[in-house]
């Protein structure tokens, strides 16, 4: 004769991120701090300078990650081919990202 524990289950409460949260609290995210930090340069510039210039005026630092200059890279290519002609940035060369010239 097998027994069955009978109990409740319990429900995992659902975690939903707030980013209005960290907007209201003036910090950007990585995405939006390149796309201010490109738009002051009007040039084309790579993860890693981009990176860089964002720790030094404040926008976005990296919250203890090893390689924020590739986690932006994957960021930047995903909004372009996600977005497309929508996306903010555009791929210039190889490893340069600017801001997409709107018409």
Known sequence: MSTKKEGK???KPAVKANKSVNRKAGKLSALDA???VL???ARSMK???LIETMAAKGYWKS???QTPASTLYAALLKEITTKGKESRFAKV???QFALRQRA
């Open 9 to 11: 289950t319990r429900a």
């Open 34 to 36: 390149a796309a201010q």
């Open 39 to 41: 738009g002051e340069e």
């Open 47 to 49: 993860c890693k300078e």
């Open 63 to 65: 919250p203890a990650g």
């Open 93 to 95: 060369d190889r490893g």
